[in-house]
């Protein structure tokens, strides 16, 4: 459950601009459903590496405010998230390495969304494909005695034998440069970064094809520490597929 117990009352590195922000007394991740890139569909928090635009233009994150004060409530504003739109410029003008990865952290997945949006369509259409060929070979037989006595109609459950297709991913020009400087600077970093995830690093290579180092980077995580996410971005490779693929948990 995510619980929220009045503001902090934060400065921003660049001009001491003064802003509100959330206090979170917990936080919940859960989502609708979860993407190989680690976008969240309907997630109870915020997308996002805490990127973000102060009010004299300056690029920050939000780790580095400095909270001064607490209240219960605040008439001042929050900082604003960085527009997709102002992505490239935040790359292009990034003050440091760290500014520079969240943008293209978010930058990434921004420039899936648009298959993200050919996935849901083909899923959809596929799903519903299956549900009218399974509704044809269960059909609801029950006479009127049967629902007067509250007999449940045949109910449809998808099957590990029924066809699951994605669309083709082909990533442009300007995704394979975003991704390819990206998995660049995460492979240099060093391991106790909070920008270096292995997992990361793993679809990075996998989305671009490049099976040999993502193996590398998802071999690098030990057992115990392997989550779902890392389990499928495993056997994903392991099949030689750079397709993003959205599950649930």
């Known amino acids: 459950m995510t619980m929220i117990i009045g503001v902090r009352i934060m400065a921003a590195p660049c001009c001491g601009a003064r802003f509100s922000a959330p206090r979170y007394l917990s936080m919940n991740f859960m989502a609708f459903a979860y993407w190989t890139d680690g976008w969240r569909d309907q997630s109870l928090m915020p997308n996002g590496e805490g990127l973000r635009q102060c009010s004299c233009g300056k690029f920050t994150l939000f780790k580095e405010l400095v909270e001064i004060d607490t209240a219960e409530s605040s008439d001042l504003p929050y900082i604003n998230r960085v527009p997709s739109e102002l992505l490239p410029v935040c790359i292009a003008t990034a003050d440091n390495e760290e500014i520079e990865v ?86 240099n970093y060093h391991l106790s970064s909070p920008f270096r995830s292995n997992t990361t690093l793993a679809e990075l290579f996998r989305e671009q094809g490049r099976f040999f180092e993502a193996q590398e980077a998802i071999s690098k995580i030990q057992k115990q520490d392997a989550g779902v996410t890392s389990k499928l971005i495993a056997e994903l490779i392991n099949e030689k597929k750079s397709t993003l693929i959205r599950y649930r948990m």
């Open 102 to 187: 969240a943008a293209r952290l978010e930058y990434w997945r921004e420039l899936n969304h648009a298959y993200r949006e050919r996935y849901r369509t083909h899923r959809d259409a596929e799903e519903a494909a299956n549900k009218a060929i399974w509704e044809v070979q269960n059909p609801d037989t029950r006479i009127w005695w049967d629902k007067l006595r509250g007999r449940e109609a045949p109910t449809y459950i998808r099957t590990e034998s029924m066809p699951f297709t994605v669309p083709d991913f082909e990533p442009s020009s300007k995704q394979l440069e975003n991704m390819g400087r990206l998995s660049e600077i995460l492979s």
